[in-house]
């Protein structure tokens, strides 16, 4: 449990922050109007952006799910921590020294995650200080039989752990790092015997996150002697989870985002070689298959814009278990904000030893001559079958016509239904009849399997209380003109401080909204109206506004206004604003001529002359305010 931190030490961390900076470690963030940010939210899959980041305001709103809130929430939602230790992350990455009130302190979970990462760099920082020892000399040889010399070697971080039993272990116990906090970094391993280092006598890469913490390690074995698997990871720790981390990632992360493209290879040294040959967008997965964490992970870096679509690059290994893999990366291709692509080098070499044996510019060219991966899986599947006779290339057709079926683009669809027939030496009109047949019994098992989910749901009915209370603030309508006038009215109030002066603010406040939530907030920024265009403005109306309309503020103040420029900004603000004083002094026309009529001027003379001044009144500031 986090200890209590002074307010005004989270008040000055999240001042001191930009949210953008701390969002674009996990999303790749564009421009989207003024003073907006716009990505593939991380809290659920989408294809188009609808995750948006307002910097100056501090805070991030995804319209597609509804998440939404400020930097601390973000990083917990993200990291999976509570409040506190969220603060703590943030306050050590701009190095701010927290206070606790009388009595607490940090987050135990926290400062272990902290130590961690701590012993990591230190971890790092001693094998890669023994990759120049006598004892290190097979590490040496390795790298250069595969083409890596030493400033390579520099680039990559990469180190030797030596093969004594304990020397790391002495190493950071004399740095001051205790037992449990080695052996929950997963760095030292401790047994009835004593506690010796993970990693003995073999070639270490560090695993760094996309902001270059040092999370793990992978090591290659070097020695006879060593009866441990070839490669050996880092077990899973508070800082490093395999199922989501790629290798690489903090050097590819700033071209992916450029480029859009990534290039998925599937070990340490063809990383290595795709970056020193210029792919600099490549990644690998370390000692686990490529899967759904690591997509979204990717997805998050990748536009899903039509007319420039990213692009993601498999590598796999032409033996048995990188075909298996190829087509595990065909299944998934349908789940990517790209469109996929498979490489294989010549003579089935990796990059690795493509580059080693024909130089740069052959991984360069392997990588330019990738093929689409339906076209990859569609020969594999045809591959099994002896195309010389008519039953075989019949059987070849069928069996690949569900890879034709499953491709989502319809255009793309006929295209590689004309391939497939050229592939197999039969009629196109043949083929595209087992494609159909294919495609219809997709569908079917399609909407079977919805009939089966809708019925699981039908036997689980949602619980209802028939004495709970209706919600205080009933869903609003954005369709209806009258609430979505009021939704702009609020957005420029939140948004836009330039384009209207505190007074008619205020006025607008107190009777423009009819909608409880659009109420709500409207009252939140009249309590708070001598904040408007401070940086504490939003934050203070996220306290004050109820729980249930936290979203609708959010929303509000996430909107992406039709603006380019902040000149535009201002003109649209102003307009807004000008409209909600003419239809605020309607409808104080209208009620006052009702009230006219209520008052009888030969026996209330005196309220009739009044409300007649009102009028006139009203009628000079309606004209001003229509600039006529």
């Known amino acids: 449990m986090a200890g209590r931190i002074r307010a005004r030490d989270i008040e000055e961390v999240k001042a001191r922050l930009n ?36 910097p100056n305001d501090g805070f991030y709103k995804c319209f597609g799910c509804g998440e939404g809130g400020d930097v601390y929430k973000f990083v917990q939602q993200l990291d999976h921590l509570s409040f506190y230790e969220a603060v703590e992350k943030l306050a050590a990455r701009i190095s701010f020294t927290l206070t606790y009130e009388e009595g607490s302190g940090p987050s135990v979970d926290h400062g272990l995650r902290n130590r961690i990462l701590e012993a990591n760099n230190a971890a790092a920082t001693f094998y890669q200080s023994q990759l120049m020892t006598d004892g290190a000399e097979a590490g040496r040889e390795f790298l250069k039989g595969r083409g890596f010399d030493k400033a390579a070697a520099d680039h990559f971080s990469i180190g030797f752990a030596p093969k004594a039993w304990a020397e790391l ?19 030292v391993t401790k047994g ?12 270490i890469w560090p695993i760094k996150d996309s902001t270059g913490q040092v999370i793990g390690f992978g090591a290659r074995k070097l020695f006879d002697d060593d009866n441990g698997p070839k490669y050996l990871n880092s077990s899973d720790t508070l800082v490093y989870h395999k199922s989501q981390v790629l290798y690489g990632i903090d050097l590819a992360k700033k071209d992916i985002t450029k480029k859009q493209q990534v290039v998925v290879v599937e070990g340490y040294t063809d990383v290595m070689a795709c970056h020193l ?42 033996d048995a278990a990188g075909q298996k893999a190829a087509m595990r990366a065909y299944n998934d291709s349908n789940k990517f904000n790209a469109q996929t692509f498979v490489a294989v080098g010549p003579e089935g070499l990796d990059p ?3 580059r080693s044996q024909k130089g740069d510019e052959a991984v360069v060219a392997m990588i330019a001559n990738r093929k689409p991966i339906f076209e990859f899986a569609i020969k594999q599947k045809i591959a099994k079958f002896d195309l010389s006779s008519i039953e075989g290339r019949v059987a070849a057709a069928r069996a690949a016509a569900p890879v034709v079926a499953g491709i989502r683009d319809a255009a793309l669809r006929p295209a590689y239904t004309r391939e497939l027939a050229g592939w197999v030496s039969l009629e196109g009109n043949e083929v595209a009849a087992l494609v159909d047949v294919a495609l219809k019994q997709a569908r079917n098992e399609g909407v079977a399997q919805m009939r089966r989910d809708t019925t699981a749901a039908a036997e689980v009915p949602p619980e209802f209380d028939p004495e709970a209370e209706p919600s205080a603030y009933p869903a609003i309508n954005l369709n209806d003109p009258i609430m979505r006038f009021e939704r702009q009215l609020l957005e420029v109030l939140v948004q836009v401080p330039a384009a209207f002066d505190k007074a008619t603010a205020a006025r607008i406040c107190k009777s423009a909204f009819s909608a409880p939530s659009h109420i709500a907030v409207a009252t939140a920024i009249e309590a708070a109206i001598d904040l408007i265009g401070q940086h504490e403005f939003l934050p203070t109306l996220a306290v004050s506004v109820p729980p249930e309309v936290q979203g609708v503020l959010f929303e509000i103040a996430g909107q992406v206004l039709p603006a380019r420029t902040e000149a ?30 209520r008052v009888d001027p030969v026996t209330e003379p005196d309220a009739h002359k009044e409300i007649q001044q009102k009028l006139v009144a009203l009628e000079a500031e309606r004209r001003s305010v229509a600039g006529n």
């Open 277 to 318: 040959a210029g792919i600099t967008t490549a990644v690998a997965t370390c000692g686990t298959a490529f899967g759904d964490d690591h997509i979204r992970t990717l997805n998050r870096m990748l536009s899903s814009e039509i007319d420039s679509p990213a692009e993601v690059i498999f590598t796999f290994d032409p």
């Open 169 to 187: 272990y002495n190493h950071l116990k004399s740095a001051g790092f205790t037992d449990d906090e080695l052996v929950a970094a997963a760095l």
């Open 19 to 54: 949210i953008a900076d701390v969002v674009s470690d996990y999303v790749a963030l564009k421009p989207a109007g003024v003073g907006s940010l716009k990505g593939l939210c991380p809290f659920h899959d989408e294809k188009s952006p609808s995750f948006t980041v307002k």
């Open 192 to 203: 009835d015997k004593g506690t010796f280092d993970k990693f003995r006598g073999r070639l």
């Open 352 to 354: 690795c030893d493509l």
């Open 568 to 597: 535009e900004l201002l003109v649209y603000g102003q307009g807004v604003i000008a409209r909600g004083i003419a239809a605020l002094l309607a409808r104080e026309k209208n009620e006052l001529l009702a009230a006219l009529r």
